[in-house]
C-alpha cells in the first residue's frame, strides 16, 4: 500500500468551478510533486516544492496553483479548467529532492474529468 | 531526440520467456536510473534502480551504460503477473532539485 495519500480518488468538475486536490505523506519526505497523466502517456512533472518552497514550475498554466500547507501535506487547488485537462493527477514524495538517487513515491493518484 | 526513449511495443510474450526492454537518454549529465512498473489505471512503483555495474533483483537484471547512454531490463521467466507497462526514468538536475523524466512506457503482456 502507499504511503501517499490522496483524495478524492475521482473528481467530476465543471469549468467553471474551483475545487481541489489533496496529497498527505508521513514518510517524513522533504520533497513534494505534482504529476499529470494522460492516457497511454507517461507522467509529466507539474511542479516541485523543496522544503516546502515551490522550486520547480514547469510552466503550468495558472488554472492549476499548487499550495504546501506543512512538509506532509501538499494540495493543487483548480480553477477554470478545461475539458483537455482531464487526467490523473499524481501525488509523489521523496526523501529530498537535492539528491537524485533518491525514489520517488507515488500516491494512487486523483482522476479529475472535467465537463 | 526525446530525452528518454523506449522501445515503442507493446510485447506480448508466453509466461516463461525472457524478454528485454531497451531504453536511450539524451542528457549525458543524467545522474540516476530507475525502471518503474506502472499497472493498469494504477500508479507507478519502483521495480529497481540501475547502477553503473549493473545489477538483479531475482528474475529481473538492469544494466546502463553511461557512454552510451543505454539501459536495458531483462525479465527472466517471465510470469503472468509481470503483464504492465514499464518506464524508464532518468533523474536529472534543474536548478538545485533532480527531475524525474518518464519515457513513454512499454507495454508487457505475458500470456498463459
Known amino acids: 500500500d502507499t504511503e501517499v495519500t490522496q483524495t478524492p480518488k475521482h473528481l467530476v468538475m465543471g469549468m467553471t468551478n474551483k475545487k481541489s486536490l489533496k496529497c498527505e505523506q508521513h514518510m517524513g519526505h522533504r520533497a513534494m510533486y505534482w504529476y499529470k497523466q494522460k492516457a497511454k502517456k507517461p507522467p509529466e512533472l507539474m511542479f516541485v516544492y523543496s522544503y516546502e518552497k515551490l522550486s520547480i514550475n514547469e510552466s503550468v498554466p495558472s488554472r492549476f496553483s499548487p499550495e504546501c500547507p506543512n512538509s506532509s501535506l501538499l494540495n493543487l487547488h483548480l480553477h477554470a479548467l478545461q475539458p483537455e485537462d482531464s487526467a490523473l493527477y499524481l501525488c509523489?514524495?521523496?526523501?529530498?529532492?537535492?539528491?537524485?538517487?533518491?525514489?520517488?513515491?507515488f500516491g494512487e493518484g486523483s482522476w479529475l474529468t472535467v465537463v | 531526440r526525446k530525452e528518454v526513449e523506449q522501445d515503442p511495443g507493446p510485447f506480448n510474450v508466453p509466461e516463461g520467456a525472457t524478454v528485454a526492454f531497451n531504453c536511450t537518454y539524451s542528457n549525458s549529465a543524467s545522474q540516476s536510473f530507475f525502471w518503474y512498473r506502472q499497472d493498469c489505471r494504477k500508479e507507478p512503483k519502483l521495480l529497481m534502480s540501475?547502477?553503473?555495474s549493473g545489477n538483479e533483483d531475482g528474475r529481473f537484471t538492469a544494466q546502463l551504460n553511461r557512454a552510451s547512454q543505454y539501459i536495458s531490463l531483462l525479465i527472466r521467466d517471465s510470469k503472468l503477473s509481470d503483464s504492465a507497462t514499464y518506464l524508464c526514468v532518468v533523474s536529472g538536475l534543474q536548478g538545485s532539485n533532480y527531475k524525474l523524466t518518464f519515457g513513454k512506457g512499454t507495454l508487457l503482456t505475458v500470456n498463459p
Open positions: 540501475v547502477y553503473s
Open positions: 509523489a514524495s521523496s526523501q529530498s529532492g537535492s539528491f537524485s538517487g533518491n525514489t520517488i513515491y
